[in-house]
């Protein structure tokens, strides 16, 4: 029997599901001849997706359970400090919407493997889209599947762990199936429900804080509550500890190590997903300039605004629980959004089991459709089946599209991975900076350096991702805990730990140094060397007043709460 689950809930998700669903099959149905017989239309709506669409889609394939289930979390644990990530991320958006952008859409660029091929050679292509297709597949899909099973699981009354996780992989399939166009826009509806319903969340989590207080239900009284209640938790920046810190104070600083990850780390990270990453860009590589960089503006600036729904709820939690009133908070940090969730009346948990499933679900056919586009394109037709046609690419990628999930489902079933042990959010950011500095590098040097050869993109991307692993797994056992280049502190296991952000700068640092040095030795301007005007970074108006607008909002945010 679902507990805490009326009649009325079950109503509006139904309703939710019925509205996506048919809105799905009808824009498949429409291009239905286009897309199955079109690789490019199935992959990348080619020239189909409006600037809304682009941008709603992006935030909704971004916003998934790893924010709302593990940024609720760390929000409950750190506090706001923890929106970094999606504040940095809004200003990243600019940076690739300005400078990426007309890169990709002026050589027509529709995979990142193409990129590294048309730039490099075909041996870095076949190496990223390597790695690309492990990382989707056992790091994102994983901790979607599992934190979202999770996160409705708890709203269900935790014993339907698996028959959910199952249900959202069903779901998933169906809505990828139908090819981008039936993603894109039906990530327009799945953000519309996210943002709406995920502000009416927030907003009742507030009056309950009010309410139990005794100070009634105001929403402006629950939010000043919590600042005074928890102060701590609203700071964006941490101070590195000093000896005798608190265990809980040092690992605050291990996942948000203070100034120093505003340095370098998260820049790496942010300009590494949002502008070097299939699963974000590939909504955006079948339009033209305008309505690309129109579409990633929008979603940088809906970006600022998922703090307030997937983070402060966690704030919300933790205020509660400390003071009595949130007693059913279970599952750790990560059990946070879960137990607000219970609080809501009759229909509006319905709402809130939309809110999640359209997040996981949008989160879920972006990602296996991607995993699909870079292993049809840039594998099954340029080694496998050279002479493939655009139907049998279009299965191919429906095969895929099956196959990834069914192995996420896998290794996802009993956790076999140590997501939840991680926490969601850290172990998605902690194992992707593996290949982030590598992937980074290479793409800048490939696209704003003429000299940069193949042989040190090859080099690159392996001493990337090897110093990754040498800073986060070997180095205190050599060079010992303290030394100029970083400080290592007792994590939760009481091993030594390097702050991975810190990790992620000098492996980001290391692999341009080599990448430079071994490309001094080639020719002046590589014969594939990408050729840049002035012009193709001109913004129109339109496009400097909304970059302006969310500079504005963000420096507003960081004086108030720095």
Request: charged share 10%; with cysteine; net charge positive.
């Amino acid at each position: 029997m679902l507990k805490h689950i009326s009649t009325a809930d079950l109503l509006v998700f139904f309703f939710y599901f019925i509205i996506v669903a048919s809105y799905g099959y009808y824009i498949y149905n429409r291009r239905k001849k286009e897309t199955n017989n079109s690789s490019h239309s199935f992959f990348l709506a080619e020239g189909s997706l409006t600037w809304w669409a682009i941008g709603a889609s992006i935030i909704a394939s971004n916003i998934s359970a790893e924010q709302f289930i593990g940024m609720s979390g760390d929000g409950f644990f750190a506090g706001i400090a923890v929106a970094v990530y999606e504040w940095v991320g809004a200003a990243a958006l600019i940076i690739v919407a300005v400078f990426f952008m007309p890169i990709y859409i002026k050589n027509k660029i529709f995979t990142m493997p193409q990129f590294l091929q048309d730039r490099y050679n075909g041996g870095v292509a076949l190496v990223m889209s390597i790695f690309w297709l492990l990382l989707y597949v056992f790091i994102n899909l994983t901790a979607i599947l599992f934190l979202g099973a999770l996160a409705i699981n708890g709203l269900l009354g935790g014993e339907y762990f698996h028959q959910i996780m199952i249900g959202l992989a069903i779901f998933g399939v169906i809505i990828a199936l139908g090819g981008m166009q039936v993603v894109g826009y039906t990530d327009v509806i799945q953000v519309g429900v996210l943002i709406i319903g995920g502000l009416a969340i927030t907003y009742l989590s507030l009056t309950i804080v009010s309410e139990k207080f005794g100070f009634g239900t105001n929403a402006l009284t629950g939010f000043n509550l919590l600042l005074k209640n928890a102060p701590d938790h609203f700071h964006l920046i941490f101070k590195k500890p000093t000896a005798g810190a608190s265990s809980e104070t040092i690992a605050k600083y291990l996942i948000l190590p203070g100034f120093a990850m505003y340095v370098s780390g998260q820049w790496i990270s942010n300009l590494n997903y949002w502008g070097c990453n299939q699963y974000i860009t590939q909504r955006a590589l079948g339009a033209n300039i305008t309505t690309a960089r129109t579409g990633i503006l929008f979603a940088s600036l809906l970006k600022i605004l998922m703090p307030v729904i997937v983070m402060l709820p966690g704030i919300v939690a933790f205020v509660l629980y400390k003071n009595g009133h949130l007693q059913q908070l279970a599952g750790g940090k990560d059990g946070a959004y879960s137990a607000m969730l219970s609080f809501l009346p009759s229909g509006l948990k319905g709402l809130s089991l939309a809110v999640l499933t359209a997040a996981i679900v949008a989160s879920l056919a972006g990602k296996v459709n991607s995993i699909a586009t870079i292993f049809t394109l840039d594998i099954y037709k340029k080694y496998m089946k050279k002479d493939a046609s655009e139907r049998s690419m279009v299965w191919t990628g429906r095969i895929a599209i099956l196959m990834s999930l069914l192995i996420a489902v896998m290794f996802t079933w009993n956790d076999v991975l140590g997501i939840g042990s991680a926490g969601g959010y850290t172990f998605v950011q902690k194992y992707s900076s593996f290949v982030s500095p590598g992937v980074l590098a290479t793409f800048l040097l490939g696209m704003f350096w003429k000299r940069t050869t193949a042989e040190a993109a090859v080099v690159g991307i392996l001493i990337g991702f090897a110093s990754s692993v040498f800073f986060n797994q070997f180095a205190v056992q050599l060079l010992g805990p303290e030394t100029i280049l970083y400080s290592a502190f007792h994590n939760a296991s009481g091993q030594y730990e390097i702050p991975f952000f810190i990790s992620l700068s000098w492996s980001f640092l290391i692999t341009c140094l080599v990448m430079v040095g071994i490309s001094l030795r080639g020719q002046v301007i590589n014969a594939k060397a990408i050729t840049i005007e002035r012009t193709m970074f001109k913004l129109k108006p339109s496009s400097v007043m909304l970059i302006a607008v969310i500079l504005i909002l963000l420096s507003a945010i960081y004086v108030r709460f720095w």
